[in-house]
């Protein structure tokens, strides 16, 4: 049997680099990482703060309201009515009248108005039942 190999002596990780240079590339590291995530939260803050509005440049509310409908299958005044109060309550007075500045149609100005409008047909029927749900 032969007698067992002494191992290498082998010297520690980072033993021979300079300490400045070990400080200067921590903090190098250290501005990086900082950079990536003050990049990312800025990203996520402006996705927040985007305007309603934002959304015209593809169509105005009025035909994004119409399309909606169309896509329900229900008329496009009685989708406005039923979802007009809930816009009213969650929506900011200065937003709701910078859309009606910009956006002249009737079934915007259902969404806007001060009145509330009656909910009418199916929609409104279903929009009543689950908020009396709540």
């Known amino acids: ?19 400045n240079r070990f400080v200067y590339i921590m903090a190098l590291v ?10 990312r939260i800025s990203q996520f803050y402006h996705s927040w703060k985007t305007p309603l509005t934002s959304n015209t440049s593809l169509g105005g509310v009025e035909e994004h309201i119409r399309a909606l409908a169309d896509a329900f299958g229900v008329p496009a005044g009685d989708l406005a009515s039923a979802i007009a109060e809930a816009v009213r309550d969650h929506v900011p007075p200065a937003s709701l009248l910078s859309v009606a500045a910009k956006e002249t ?30």
């Open 1 to 19: 049997m032969d007698p067992p190999k002494r191992m290498p002596t082998v010297d520690a990780p980072l033993s021979k680099t300079p300490m």
């Open 30 to 39: 250290a501005t990086a990482i900082a950079a990536f995530y003050a990049y």
């Open 105 to 134: 149609g009737s079934l915007v100005q259902s969404l806007v108005g001060q009145e509330p409008t009656a909910t009418a047909g199916y929609v409104g029927q279903v929009v009543g039942g689950l908020v009396d749900d709540l």
